[in-house]
């Protein structure tokens, strides 16, 4: 399915990409709107993302061709013509690319107004508007060269002033067998190689570096993104790829590396769930990173929380067939199991209600509803 995201501050807004953008509102009775639609690119729109509201109505979008863009939202009877509904205004086109552009992200706001976009030629570069006030003028700060094809990467979200700036990229490239690929040139991709690595800001070089690889990682990854931390003295990554990862990335105490300021971090897989029984696509926090949700091949969107053991579990499984909630006991999936990974245990918690025979979850967790739906297929187009 084609990107979808909602503003997690502010008011509510949600989107549907292919080369259009479509922009749904929430209104003071639960329902939604599309409230604007407009096409955004002259290729397939792969992500889109919202700057935080202290910059106003700021989205950002990259595609497959090869360009990124920011739009901002024009308030209804703003600006010339002064029309009866908002609109949306493409501020700066961004170019640099030379092949698709596969992920886009804003920074954190203590960061200021910056933009990491990544494609698949394996180049990250920064932006940062210098007047936040005038969004029509991007400059390249840093170029990254991961030296891999990149499909996701994720800034970390602490508040920590401990916590240096940190981004991980995620690459899908799939080794191709005997050294080889489409065309017969030369493959580069070692089998086995890690697919995420972690880049850290050196305030002694004053650029990005390369701090961490996941060798624990070694298939596709679709989808990567860190936890929102608000006092955790470690970092948790979640990873999409054939089942979900949740790593910790803890610094290690007093391992800064004064010549080049790096921070070393002791990396511990801390839980992993194969329950989807497909590809991973997509993983999402909470705005307080204390639920994931993920979404894959077999048409549902899993919830998974921790308890204060640090056991994760499964807490609820959203379907799409018939667009109400339904527990695994309920899934014609195969029976899900329970396991351990790097010392930390994982139990989906509607499979143990289903063994004790209760009709509802285990520790009153939080059931979840159908809100709405979008009855336009038009509108809901598929990858």
Not at 45 to 71: I, M, N, Y
Not at 90 to 108: E, L, W
Not at 145 to 161: E, G, H, R, V, Y
């Amino acid at each position: 399915m084609w990107p979808l995201t909602i503003m997690a501050r502010g008011w509510p807004h949600a989107l549907v990409t292919n080369k259009s953008r479509l922009v749904w509102d929430l209104d003071l009775h639960g329902s939604w709107h599309c409230t604007s639609s407009w096409k955004a690119h002259s290729g397939s729109v792969w992500k889109v993302t919202w700057a935080h509201p202290e910059f106003g109505q700021v989205l950002a979008t990259c595609s497959f061709d090869r360009t990124a863009a920011v739009w901002e939202e024009i308030p209804a009877g703003d600006g010339p013509g002064e029309t009866a509904r908002s609109h949306w205004i493409r501020r700066t086109n961004m170019v640099d690319s030379r092949t698709s552009v596969t992920d886009v992200k804003f920074a954190p706001r203590q960061l200021g107004l910056q933009l990491a976009t990544s494609s698949s030629d394996g180049v990250v570069r920064i932006y940062e508007a210098p007047d936040v006030m005038n969004l029509s003028t991007w400059t390249v700060q840093y170029e990254i060269q991961a030296k891999m094809p990149i499909s996701c990467l994720t800034w970390n979200c602490s508040f920590s002033s401990k916590h240096l700036p940190l981004l991980a990229v995620g690459s899908d490239e799939v080794a191709a067998p005997q050294g080889t690929i489409a065309g017969g040139q030369t493959s580069n991709v070692v089998i086995g190689a890690a697919k995420v690595v972690l880049y850290e800001y050196s305030e002694n070089s004053r650029r990005w570096a390369k701090a961490e690889s996941l060798n624990a990682v070694t298939e596709p990854v679709h989808d990567i993104t860190f936890a929102p931390n608000f006092g955790r003295s470690y970092h948790l990554l979640a990873i999409a790829s054939r089942d979900v990862k949740l790593v910790i990335l803890r610094p290690l105490e007093d391992s800064t590396e004064t010549a080049t300021g790096l921070t070393k971090f002791s990396v511990e897989i801390a839980a992993r769930f194969e329950d989807h029984y497909s590809v991973v696509w997509r993983v999402s926090w909470n705005i307080t990173g204390t639920i994931l949700a993920s979404s894959g091949d077999d048409n549902c969107v899993r919830l998974w929380k921790a308890n204060y053991a640090g056991v994760w579990r499964c807490v609820e499984v959203l379907r799409d067939d018939t667009g109400s909630a339904h527990t695994s006991a309920d899934s014609e999936l195969p029976p899900i199991s329970t396991g351990q990974s790097g010392g930390h245990s994982y139990v989906p918690l509607s499979a143990a209600a289903a063994v004790s025979g209760s009709q509802t979850l285990v520790g009153g967790a939080t059931k979840y509803y159908k809100l709405g739906s979008i009855k336009n297929q038009n509108q809901v187009p598929w990858h």
